[in-house]
């Protein structure tokens, strides 16, 4: 089974600062990747998807994620971080299921505080 | 379009009751997803439903039961609660096949006391 690793349960950024979040994933084959993020008391929303097309992805908010081969990863980046971004977020692989579904195998999260 | 709808939100139930959480979406997607989230593990797959008529045990079946009763609801019951089912229970929808988005209901927050 594939499995995603999440490295850092907090990170603490200030306004304005670069944010990374880091996710390497296990997987025998091209893995198809995603992001997603949880604002309090919400449900999880989709950031952006790996689909192998290219190997920077671009997603909602001004985030992006670049997947590396060579290093397994598919680490989430944000060039300036803003007050509202402070969730938490998850990487996520996915396994095709029996009939036609698909399992989302997610890592344990990483919670990101914004300081002023 | 309200996409997924979980209901109820919040729930407080006694050792050994029984209760059932309700989903139900309007995005016409085939497969429907219940997992559920404990702080420091992600979130993990109870059961799902491929497509309309079908369920199977996902990652963490025991104690649940569901039931996909048209192709816009999916409904995970709880036979006997237990303490160590208190947890955030989300609903999620998709197209199915590899690869795919999921989307997600907004959850319900169940204690078992």
């Known amino acids: 089974a594939q499995s995603v690793t999440q490295l850092g349960s907090h990170v603490s950024v200030s306004e304005g600062a670069l944010v990374l979040l880091r996710c390497n994933y296990s997987?025998?084959?091209?893995?198809?990747l995603f992001w997603y993020v949880q604002y309090p008391n919400q449900g999880l929303q989709l950031l952006l998807k790996?689909?192998?097309?290219?190997?920077l992805v671009k997603g909602i908010n001004g985030f992006e994620a670049e997947f590396k081969k060579s290093e397994t990863s598919f680490h989430l980046t944000k060039p300036s971080a803003h007050m509202s971004d402070a969730a938490e977020y998850f990487c996520?692989?996915?396994?095709?299921?029996?009939?036609?579904?698909?399992?989302?195998?997610f890592g344990t999260g990483t919670q990101l505080k914004v300081e002023l | 379009n309200a996409g997924v709808t979980q209901t109820p939100k919040f729930q407080v139930l006694k050792t050994g009751q029984s209760m059932t959480l309700q989903c139900a979406q309007d995005?016409?997607?085939?497969?429907m997803y219940w997992y559920r989230q404990d702080p420091g593990m992600g979130l993990r797959l109870i059961y799902y439903?491929?497509?309309?008529?079908?369920?199977d045990k996902g990652e963490v079946p025991n104690g649940y039961n569901v039931s996909r009763l048209n192709k816009r609801e999916f409904s995970l019951r709880l036979e006997s609660a237990a303490p160590s089912q208190t947890s955030v229970y989300f609903c999620?929808?998709?197209?199915?096949?590899?690869?795919?988005?999921?989307?997600f209901g907004a959850g319900t927050r169940l204690s078992v006391l």
């Open positions: 790996y689909t192998s097309a290219a190997t």
């Open positions: 997987s025998s084959v091209p893995p198809y």
């Open positions: 996520a692989v996915s396994d095709l299921l029996t009939g036609g579904g698909n399992k989302l195998t």
């Open positions: 995005m016409n997607h085939n497969s």
């Open positions: 999620a929808t998709g197209l199915g096949g590899d690869g795919n988005i999921q989307y």
């Open positions: 439903s491929a497509s309309e008529g079908t369920t």
